[in-house]
Protein backbone atom coordinates (compact mmCIF):
# COMPACT_ATOMS: atom_id res chain seq x y z
CA UNK A 1 0.00 0.00 0.00
CA UNK A 2 0.81 3.07 -1.03
CA UNK A 3 1.44 6.22 1.76
CA UNK A 4 -0.35 8.39 -1.07
CA UNK A 5 -3.53 6.34 -0.98
CA UNK A 6 -3.11 6.67 3.05
CA UNK A 7 -2.58 10.13 2.60
CA UNK A 8 -0.07 9.78 5.20
CA UNK A 9 3.27 11.47 5.83
CA UNK A 10 6.49 9.86 7.09
CA UNK A 11 6.00 12.95 9.52
CA UNK A 12 2.36 11.75 10.78
CA UNK A 13 3.47 7.66 10.66
CA UNK A 14 5.98 8.70 13.01
CA UNK A 15 3.37 10.83 15.48
CA UNK A 16 1.07 8.22 15.15
CA UNK A 17 3.23 5.37 16.23
CA UNK A 18 4.39 7.79 19.35
CA UNK A 19 0.70 7.59 19.95
CA UNK A 20 -0.25 4.47 19.90
CA UNK A 21 2.50 3.08 22.10
CA UNK A 22 1.44 5.92 24.80
CA UNK A 23 -2.08 4.30 24.51
CA UNK A 24 -0.66 0.88 24.96
CA UNK A 25 1.00 2.11 27.82
CA UNK A 26 -2.08 3.55 29.06
CA UNK A 27 -3.92 0.49 28.20
CA UNK A 28 -1.94 -1.50 29.74
CA UNK A 29 -1.18 0.50 33.08
CA UNK A 30 -3.26 0.54 36.08
CA UNK A 31 -5.19 4.17 37.20
CA UNK A 32 -3.52 6.54 38.76
CA UNK A 33 -3.64 6.85 42.41
CA UNK A 34 -1.75 8.51 44.81
CA UNK A 35 0.48 6.33 46.18
CA UNK A 36 1.34 6.25 50.04
CA UNK A 37 3.70 8.00 51.49
CA UNK A 38 5.93 4.74 52.23
CA UNK A 39 5.47 3.91 48.47
CA UNK A 40 6.21 7.49 46.99
CA UNK A 41 9.15 8.46 48.78
CA UNK A 42 10.48 10.78 46.23
CA UNK A 43 6.98 12.22 45.75
CA UNK A 44 7.74 14.51 48.39
CA UNK A 45 11.63 14.34 48.01
CA UNK A 46 11.75 11.96 50.99
CA UNK A 47 15.46 10.33 51.65
CA UNK A 48 16.55 7.77 54.28
CA UNK A 49 17.93 8.61 57.36
CA UNK A 50 21.12 7.62 58.42
CA UNK A 51 20.18 3.76 57.15
CA UNK A 52 17.85 3.30 59.99
CA UNK A 53 14.35 1.13 58.11
CA UNK A 54 11.37 3.07 57.70
CA UNK A 55 12.65 6.53 58.67
CA UNK A 56 13.29 8.92 56.06
CA UNK A 57 13.68 12.83 56.19
CA UNK A 58 11.50 15.44 54.37
CA UNK A 59 12.61 18.59 53.10
CA UNK A 60 11.02 21.65 53.84
CA UNK A 61 11.52 24.90 52.81
CA UNK A 62 10.78 27.25 55.57
CA UNK A 63 11.83 24.98 58.78
CA UNK A 64 14.07 22.00 59.46
CA UNK A 65 13.38 18.68 57.44
CA UNK A 66 11.48 16.73 59.44
CA UNK A 67 12.36 13.13 60.37
CA UNK A 68 9.18 10.28 59.97
CA UNK A 69 8.58 7.15 60.33
CA UNK A 70 6.43 4.91 57.95
CA UNK A 71 4.96 1.54 59.17
CA UNK A 72 2.20 -0.52 60.79
CA UNK A 73 -0.02 0.55 63.25
CA UNK A 74 -1.91 -2.41 64.63
CA UNK A 75 -3.83 -0.08 66.86
CA UNK A 76 -5.86 0.98 64.30
CA UNK A 77 -4.89 -1.85 61.58
CA UNK A 78 -3.32 1.27 58.45
CA UNK A 79 -0.11 -0.88 57.16
CA UNK A 80 0.60 2.64 55.96
CA UNK A 81 1.16 4.91 59.46
CA UNK A 82 3.32 8.00 59.42
CA UNK A 83 4.63 9.02 62.53
CA UNK A 84 6.30 12.50 63.07
CA UNK A 85 9.78 11.81 65.11
CA UNK A 86 10.93 15.16 65.38
CA UNK A 87 13.23 17.27 62.85
CA UNK A 88 16.78 17.07 62.09
CA UNK A 89 17.34 20.72 64.23
CA UNK A 90 15.94 18.71 67.27
CA UNK A 91 16.77 15.62 67.14
CA UNK A 92 20.07 13.64 66.94
CA UNK A 93 20.53 10.28 65.37
CA UNK A 94 20.49 8.57 68.90
CA UNK A 95 17.31 10.24 69.65
CA UNK A 96 15.89 8.86 66.92
CA UNK A 97 16.71 5.28 67.15
CA UNK A 98 15.39 5.28 70.52
CA UNK A 99 12.19 6.99 69.00
CA UNK A 100 12.14 4.26 66.73
CA UNK A 101 12.52 1.30 69.37
CA UNK A 102 9.68 2.83 71.22
CA UNK A 103 7.25 2.46 68.05
CA UNK A 104 8.36 -1.04 67.21
CA UNK A 105 7.68 -1.58 71.09
CA UNK A 106 4.13 -0.57 71.09
CA UNK A 107 4.11 -2.27 67.45
CA UNK A 108 4.97 -5.97 69.10
CA UNK A 109 2.42 -4.94 72.34
CA UNK A 110 -0.28 -4.17 69.97
CA UNK A 111 -0.51 -0.32 70.87
CA UNK A 112 -0.87 2.51 69.41
CA UNK A 113 2.31 3.75 67.65
CA UNK A 114 1.13 7.33 67.12
CA UNK A 115 1.70 8.21 70.83
CA UNK A 116 4.71 6.95 70.81
CA UNK A 117 6.21 10.34 69.86
CA UNK A 118 3.66 12.74 71.18
CA UNK A 119 4.19 15.67 72.50
CA UNK A 120 3.10 17.05 75.63
CA UNK A 121 1.18 19.74 73.71
CA UNK A 122 -0.14 17.43 71.25
CA UNK A 123 -1.61 15.06 74.02
CA UNK A 124 -3.30 18.07 75.81
CA UNK A 125 -4.91 19.14 72.37
CA UNK A 126 -5.53 15.89 71.00
CA UNK A 127 -7.04 13.62 74.04
CA UNK A 128 -7.33 15.31 77.21
CA UNK A 129 -8.79 19.07 76.00
CA UNK A 130 -11.68 17.01 74.78
CA UNK A 131 -12.28 15.04 77.71
CA UNK A 132 -12.63 17.93 80.26
CA UNK A 133 -15.09 20.01 78.40
CA UNK A 134 -17.07 16.63 78.86
CA UNK A 135 -16.36 15.83 82.16
CA UNK A 136 -15.43 19.65 83.97
CA UNK A 137 -17.39 22.63 83.91
CA UNK A 138 -13.72 24.47 84.70
CA UNK A 139 -12.29 23.17 81.57
CA UNK A 140 -10.86 26.60 80.48
CA UNK A 141 -9.35 26.84 83.80
CA UNK A 142 -7.20 23.86 83.23
CA UNK A 143 -6.82 25.43 79.65
CA UNK A 144 -5.72 28.97 80.81
CA UNK A 145 -2.80 27.19 82.96
CA UNK A 146 -1.64 24.82 80.08
CA UNK A 147 -1.51 27.95 78.05
CA UNK A 148 0.14 30.25 80.66
CA UNK A 149 2.13 27.95 82.75
CA UNK A 150 3.28 24.27 80.64
CA UNK A 151 3.03 24.83 76.33
CA UNK A 152 5.69 26.54 76.43
CA UNK A 153 7.90 25.14 78.83
CA UNK A 154 7.31 21.76 78.01
CA UNK A 155 4.97 21.61 75.49
CA UNK A 156 7.60 20.77 72.32
CA UNK A 157 8.60 17.65 74.93
CA UNK A 158 7.76 14.10 73.79
CA UNK A 159 5.01 13.05 76.28
CA UNK A 160 7.37 9.46 76.70
CA UNK A 161 10.49 11.64 78.09
CA UNK A 162 9.11 14.26 80.17
CA UNK A 163 10.81 13.35 83.80
CA UNK A 164 9.90 14.45 86.95
CA UNK A 165 12.70 16.84 87.44
CA UNK A 166 11.34 18.51 84.13
CA UNK A 167 7.94 19.32 86.24
CA UNK A 168 9.87 20.26 89.66
CA UNK A 169 11.29 22.77 87.65
CA UNK A 170 8.66 23.83 85.70
CA UNK A 171 6.75 24.53 88.99
CA UNK A 172 9.14 26.18 90.91
CA UNK A 173 9.92 28.75 88.19
CA UNK A 174 6.28 29.26 87.28
CA UNK A 175 5.57 32.93 87.30
CA UNK A 176 2.57 35.23 86.64
CA UNK A 177 0.62 35.45 83.53
CA UNK A 178 1.55 38.61 81.37
CA UNK A 179 -1.99 39.27 80.95
CA UNK A 180 -3.23 38.76 84.45
CA UNK A 181 -5.23 41.49 85.95
CA UNK A 182 -3.60 41.05 89.37
CA UNK A 183 -0.24 42.79 88.97
CA UNK A 184 1.69 40.20 91.05
CA UNK A 185 5.37 39.20 92.04
CA UNK A 186 4.99 35.70 92.39
CA UNK A 187 2.39 32.96 92.47
CA UNK A 188 0.70 32.05 95.73
CA UNK A 189 0.89 28.83 97.15
CA UNK A 190 -2.74 27.83 96.42
CA UNK A 191 -2.07 28.81 92.88
CA UNK A 192 1.14 26.69 92.25
CA UNK A 193 -1.17 24.21 93.91
CA UNK A 194 -3.54 24.50 91.08
CA UNK A 195 -0.60 24.21 88.25
CA UNK A 196 0.27 20.82 90.04
CA UNK A 197 -3.26 19.60 90.49
CA UNK A 198 -3.52 20.04 86.33
CA UNK A 199 0.03 18.27 85.85
CA UNK A 200 -1.58 15.40 87.56
CA UNK A 201 -4.70 15.16 86.12
CA UNK A 202 -2.90 15.58 82.73
CA UNK A 203 -0.41 12.91 82.98
CA UNK A 204 -2.63 10.47 84.79
CA UNK A 205 -5.11 10.40 82.37
CA UNK A 206 -2.21 9.98 79.51
CA UNK A 207 -1.68 6.78 81.79
CA UNK A 208 -5.02 5.61 81.79
CA UNK A 209 -6.20 5.86 77.77
CA UNK A 210 -2.31 4.00 77.09
CA UNK A 211 -0.59 7.02 75.88
CA UNK A 212 2.37 6.46 79.50
CA UNK A 213 3.24 3.70 81.24
CA UNK A 214 3.17 5.58 84.14
CA UNK A 215 2.79 9.37 85.35
CA UNK A 216 6.09 11.59 85.82
CA UNK A 217 3.66 13.78 88.10
CA UNK A 218 2.49 11.61 90.79
CA UNK A 219 4.90 12.35 92.88
CA UNK A 220 4.88 16.06 92.77
CA UNK A 221 4.34 17.79 96.12
CA UNK A 222 2.29 20.48 97.26
CA UNK A 223 2.99 23.52 99.02
CA UNK A 224 0.84 24.29 102.19
CA UNK A 225 -1.32 26.79 101.58
CA UNK A 226 -1.34 30.07 103.89
CA UNK A 227 -3.04 32.44 101.82
CA UNK A 228 -6.73 31.11 102.42
CA UNK A 229 -8.81 34.07 101.48
CA UNK A 230 -11.18 34.97 104.15
CA UNK A 231 -13.47 38.04 102.47
CA UNK A 232 -16.40 38.62 103.51
CA UNK A 233 -18.49 41.65 103.85
CA UNK A 234 -18.90 44.14 107.09
CA UNK A 235 -22.16 45.30 108.40
CA UNK A 236 -21.12 48.38 107.10
CA UNK A 237 -20.47 47.23 103.85
CA UNK A 238 -24.00 45.24 103.00
CA UNK A 239 -25.34 48.23 104.46
CA UNK A 240 -24.19 50.21 100.91
CA UNK A 241 -24.82 46.81 99.35
CA UNK A 242 -28.40 47.26 99.79
CA UNK A 243 -29.49 50.36 97.46
CA UNK A 244 -26.71 50.25 95.19
CA UNK A 245 -28.14 46.72 94.36
CA UNK A 246 -31.37 48.08 93.66
CA UNK A 247 -29.90 50.60 90.67
CA UNK A 248 -28.20 47.81 89.49
CA UNK A 249 -29.53 45.96 86.15
CA UNK A 250 -31.79 43.03 86.56
CA UNK A 251 -28.81 40.36 85.45
CA UNK A 252 -26.94 41.53 87.73
CA UNK A 253 -28.74 42.43 90.83
CA UNK A 254 -30.25 39.00 90.49
CA UNK A 255 -26.59 37.34 90.15
CA UNK A 256 -25.26 39.00 93.47
CA UNK A 257 -29.10 38.35 95.05
CA UNK A 258 -29.10 34.74 93.99
CA UNK A 259 -25.42 34.08 95.13
CA UNK A 260 -26.30 35.65 98.66
CA UNK A 261 -29.35 33.40 98.81
CA UNK A 262 -27.77 30.14 97.69
CA UNK A 263 -24.25 30.27 97.79
CA UNK A 264 -24.15 28.59 94.12
CA UNK A 265 -20.69 28.95 91.88
CA UNK A 266 -20.95 32.11 89.35
CA UNK A 267 -20.54 29.08 86.85
CA UNK A 268 -23.69 27.18 88.16
CA UNK A 269 -25.79 30.36 88.09
CA UNK A 270 -24.64 31.43 84.51
CA UNK A 271 -25.49 27.85 83.20
CA UNK A 272 -28.75 26.81 84.89
CA UNK A 273 -32.21 26.39 83.05
CA UNK A 274 -35.62 27.09 84.09
CA UNK A 275 -36.49 23.99 82.94
CA UNK A 276 -34.60 22.76 85.94
CA UNK A 277 -35.97 24.41 88.24
CA UNK A 278 -38.90 23.08 90.87
CA UNK A 279 -41.16 25.99 91.58
CA UNK A 280 -43.40 23.59 93.83
CA UNK A 281 -40.48 22.45 96.05
CA UNK A 282 -38.13 24.95 95.50
CA UNK A 283 -35.28 22.78 94.43
CA UNK A 284 -32.87 23.72 91.32
CA UNK A 285 -31.21 20.83 89.51
CA UNK A 286 -27.75 21.65 88.75
CA UNK A 287 -26.55 18.83 85.51
CA UNK A 288 -22.88 20.34 85.32
CA UNK A 289 -21.40 21.48 88.54
CA UNK A 290 -17.53 21.84 88.85
CA UNK A 291 -16.96 18.13 89.64
CA UNK A 292 -18.66 17.07 86.82
CA UNK A 293 -22.00 15.83 89.25
CA UNK A 294 -25.01 16.52 89.04
CA UNK A 295 -26.89 18.52 92.71
CA UNK A 296 -29.98 19.57 93.95
CA UNK A 297 -30.32 23.20 95.05
CA UNK A 298 -32.62 23.69 97.82
CA UNK A 299 -33.84 27.39 97.46
CA UNK A 300 -34.54 29.28 100.09
CA UNK A 301 -37.50 31.99 99.37
CA UNK A 302 -35.35 34.69 98.86
CA UNK A 303 -33.71 32.87 95.84
CA UNK A 304 -37.16 31.72 94.33
CA UNK A 305 -38.46 35.47 94.15
CA UNK A 306 -35.37 35.87 92.33
CA UNK A 307 -35.57 33.02 89.82
CA UNK A 308 -39.18 34.34 89.47
CA UNK A 309 -38.46 37.89 89.02
CA UNK A 310 -36.17 36.11 86.37
CA UNK A 311 -39.10 33.86 84.75
CA UNK A 312 -41.22 37.06 84.04
CA UNK A 313 -38.35 38.33 82.16
CA UNK A 314 -36.72 35.36 80.23
CA UNK A 315 -35.51 35.55 76.78
CA UNK A 316 -34.94 32.00 76.32
CA UNK A 317 -34.18 28.48 78.90
CA UNK A 318 -31.46 30.06 80.80
CA UNK A 319 -31.95 32.21 83.94
CA UNK A 320 -29.31 34.44 82.72
CA UNK A 321 -29.44 34.78 78.99
CA UNK A 322 -27.30 36.09 76.54
CA UNK A 323 -28.08 39.59 75.33
CA UNK A 324 -27.62 37.74 71.71
CA UNK A 325 -28.34 34.07 70.63
CA UNK A 326 -30.02 31.46 72.59
CA UNK A 327 -26.52 30.82 75.34
CA UNK A 328 -26.30 32.28 78.72
CA UNK A 329 -24.44 35.38 79.41
CA UNK A 330 -20.70 35.76 80.02
CA UNK A 331 -18.91 37.05 83.50
CA UNK A 332 -20.64 40.30 84.24
CA UNK A 333 -17.12 41.50 85.22
CA UNK A 334 -17.39 45.37 84.12
CA UNK A 335 -20.91 45.36 85.77
CA UNK A 336 -20.18 43.66 89.00
CA UNK A 337 -17.57 45.87 89.36
CA UNK A 338 -19.33 49.21 88.61
CA UNK A 339 -22.10 47.80 91.70
CA UNK A 340 -19.17 47.62 94.06
CA UNK A 341 -18.06 51.15 93.31
CA UNK A 342 -21.03 52.51 93.90
CA UNK A 343 -21.35 50.58 97.26
CA UNK A 344 -17.64 52.06 98.11
CA UNK A 345 -16.80 47.77 98.39
CA UNK A 346 -13.74 46.75 97.47
CA UNK A 347 -11.81 43.54 96.97
CA UNK A 348 -15.22 41.37 96.86
CA UNK A 349 -15.15 38.55 94.09
CA UNK A 350 -18.25 37.23 93.22
CA UNK A 351 -16.90 33.77 94.35
CA UNK A 352 -16.68 35.68 98.14
CA UNK A 353 -20.40 35.89 98.10
CA UNK A 354 -20.44 32.04 98.02
CA UNK A 355 -18.06 31.90 101.08
CA UNK A 356 -20.04 34.71 102.86
CA UNK A 357 -23.11 32.27 102.14
CA UNK A 358 -21.57 29.32 103.76
CA UNK A 359 -20.00 31.38 106.29
CA UNK A 360 -23.33 32.41 107.74
CA UNK A 361 -24.75 29.17 107.20
CA UNK A 362 -22.57 27.22 109.49
CA UNK A 363 -23.50 29.46 112.34
CA UNK A 364 -26.88 28.99 112.65
CA UNK A 365 -27.97 26.32 115.39
CA UNK A 366 -28.35 23.27 114.74
CA UNK A 367 -26.11 23.21 111.70
CA UNK A 368 -23.08 20.72 110.56
CA UNK A 369 -20.25 21.65 108.83
CA UNK A 370 -21.55 18.70 106.63
CA UNK A 371 -24.77 19.50 105.91
CA UNK A 372 -23.01 23.31 104.69
CA UNK A 373 -20.67 20.97 102.74
CA UNK A 374 -22.98 19.12 100.77
CA UNK A 375 -25.46 22.09 100.68
CA UNK A 376 -22.25 23.99 98.56
CA UNK A 377 -21.05 20.67 96.71
CA UNK A 378 -17.45 20.84 98.00
CA UNK A 379 -15.94 17.04 97.22
CA UNK A 380 -15.15 17.10 101.24
CA UNK A 381 -15.85 18.78 104.42
CA UNK A 382 -11.92 19.99 104.18
CA UNK A 383 -12.20 22.26 101.85
CA UNK A 384 -16.10 23.58 103.47
CA UNK A 385 -13.55 24.14 106.90
CA UNK A 386 -10.67 25.59 105.44
CA UNK A 387 -11.79 28.29 102.88
CA UNK A 388 -15.59 28.68 103.91
CA UNK A 389 -16.23 28.78 107.71
CA UNK A 390 -14.97 32.06 108.42
CA UNK A 391 -14.56 32.96 111.82
CA UNK A 392 -15.51 36.57 113.29
CA UNK A 393 -14.93 38.14 116.38
CA UNK A 394 -18.89 37.43 117.38
CA UNK A 395 -18.60 33.88 116.69
CA UNK A 396 -15.32 33.66 118.63
CA UNK A 397 -16.68 35.50 121.82
CA UNK A 398 -20.06 33.47 121.10
CA UNK A 399 -18.00 30.04 121.51
CA UNK A 400 -16.09 31.10 124.45
CA UNK A 401 -19.23 32.25 126.18
CA UNK A 402 -20.90 28.81 125.84
CA UNK A 403 -17.49 27.20 126.94
CA UNK A 404 -16.96 29.71 129.87
CA UNK A 405 -20.96 28.62 130.66
CA UNK A 406 -20.49 24.97 130.41
CA UNK A 407 -17.54 24.68 132.80
CA UNK A 408 -18.88 26.94 135.45
CA UNK A 409 -22.13 25.10 135.33
CA UNK A 410 -19.90 21.87 135.20
CA UNK A 411 -17.92 23.35 138.22
CA UNK A 412 -21.23 24.95 140.20
CA UNK A 413 -22.97 21.10 139.76
CA UNK A 414 -19.86 19.55 141.96
CA UNK A 415 -18.45 18.09 138.84
CA UNK A 416 -15.25 19.65 139.34
CA UNK A 417 -15.44 21.85 142.48
CA UNK A 418 -17.81 22.97 144.82
CA UNK A 419 -20.21 26.47 143.96
CA UNK A 420 -19.18 27.52 146.97
CA UNK A 421 -15.63 27.34 146.52
CA UNK A 422 -15.83 28.57 142.61
CA UNK A 423 -17.97 31.55 144.48
CA UNK A 424 -14.77 32.35 146.92
CA UNK A 425 -12.13 31.84 143.62
CA UNK A 426 -14.01 33.99 141.76
CA UNK A 427 -14.16 36.67 144.95
CA UNK A 428 -10.36 36.46 145.01
CA UNK A 429 -9.60 36.60 141.93
CA UNK A 430 -11.54 39.52 141.41
CA UNK A 431 -9.98 41.45 144.38
CA UNK A 432 -6.60 40.75 143.04
CA UNK A 433 -7.17 41.95 139.77
CA UNK A 434 -8.75 45.27 141.55
CA UNK A 435 -5.39 45.37 144.20
CA UNK A 436 -2.89 45.02 140.94
CA UNK A 437 -5.03 47.60 138.85
Partial sequence: MKLAQLHL????????????????????????????????????????????????????????????????????????TTVTIGTVATHSPGLVHLAVERIRDRQRRGLDVRSAVMT?????????????????????????????????????RPLHLVSQGELV???????PALNSSRKLEQLSPATINRIIDLLKAYFSYMVKIGYLDTSPAARLEKR????????????????????????????????????????????EMLGAKFSDVDFDNATLLLRKTKNGKSRLVAVPPEGMAVIRELFQHRKNEYLFPALRGDGHMSRPSKAYNKLLAAASIEGLTVHDLRRIHGSIAAQGEGVAVIDVSRHLGHGSVAVTEKSYLVSCDQRLRRAATLASREIQRRLCRGNLIPRCLSVVITAQMCFVSARMA
Fill in 120 to 156: VSEGFDGKYLDHIKKTLISWSDHLSRFEHHVRKAIGN
Fill in 224 to 267: RETNARQRVLSEAETVRLGPALLQAPLLVRSLVRLALATGMRLS
Fill in 169 to 175: ELVDNAV
Fill in 9 to 80: TPHSIFASQIASENDDKTMTSPPHKFKPKSENISAYGEQPYYGIPCVFTRPNKTKPDAILWHGRNPATGNQK
